[in-house]
T-cell receptor
Framework: NAGVTQTPKFRILKIGQSMTLQCTQD?????MYWYRQDPGMGLKLIYY???????DKGEVPNGYNVSRSTTEDFPLRLELAAPSQTSVYFC?????????????FGSGTQLSVL | GQQLNQSPQSMFIQEGEDVSMNCTSS?????WLWYKQDPGEGPVLLIA?????ELTSNGRLTAQFGITRKDSFLNISASIPSDVGIYFC?????????????FGKGTLLTVNP
């Protein structure tokens, strides 16, 4: 059971570079989420999706873009990396049920922008 | 937006001791969740609470959904070294966006063997 898989595990970017953080889940979950975690700050929601073709902004969407062309995949795109985007990024998914708050998280991507 | 205050921020305890941590909210939640994050990993769900006053256990962990629906508590009894990690509370509110969670800032637990 793979669950939620994120790649890469670590990445260092230069200011202004772009990259895509990959996320895929094999649980047939409708809902997917991207969070960022900064030290001592908990988890902040960047973007989320309630199904293929549908995405919406979370608390901190600026500087990011997402797409959801399939149920399984939910990539996060950084177009012009900035030092403020140095963080640990977590992808998560949940099923469409009344207890859909049971999020399953990937193991994270640690990103440094220098 | 909704905010959660989680305390304490960090705890350093001896193996065998009991631990308590809590979260309070400025608004009512319908669901309270407690997650644990091991170093280098994503959070994993420990306990989910769905009713005010509910008390739920998972092994040495016990969590309660506060009667006011604005707070929740997590207790760990007889701590062991593998309890080390960051513990997060999360709340799910009411309304149209009820699938989105609000997370506390976490409690960093260190257990000295």
């Amino acid at each position: 059971n793979a669950g939620v898989t994120q790649t890469p595990k670590f990445r260092i970017l230069k200011i202004g570079q772009s990259m895509t953080l990959q996320c895929t889940q094999d649980m047939n979950h409708n809902y997917m989420y991207w969070y960022r975690q900064d030290p001592g700050m908990g988890l902040k929601l960047i973007y989320y999706s309630v199904g293929a073709g549908i995405t919406d902004k979370g608390e901190v969407p600026n500087g990011y873009n997402v797409s959801r062309s399939t149920t399984e995949d939910f990539p996060l795109r950084l177009e012009l990396a900035a030092p403020s985007q140095t963080s640990v990024y977590f992808c998560a998914s949940s099923s469409l049920s009344w207890k859909s708050e049971k999020l399953f998280f990937g193991s994270g991507t640690q990103l440094s922008v220098l | 937006g909704q905010q959660l205050n989680q305390s304490p921020q960090s705890m350093f305890i001896q193996e065998g001791e009991d631990v308590s941590m809590n979260c309070t909210s400025s608004s009512i939640f319908n669901t309270w969740l407690w997650y644990k994050q091991d170093p280098g990993e994503g959070p994993v769900l420990l306990i989910a609470l769905y009713k005010a006053g509910e008390l739920t256990s998972n092994g040495r962990l016990t969590a309660q959904f506060g009667i006011t629906r604005k707070d929740s508590f997590l207790n760990i009894s007889a701590s062991i070294p593998s309890d080390v990690g960051i513990y997060f509370c999360a709340g799910q509110g009411s309304g149209g966006s009820n699938y989105k969670l609000t997370f506390g800032k976490g409690t960093l637990l260190t257990v000295n063997p």
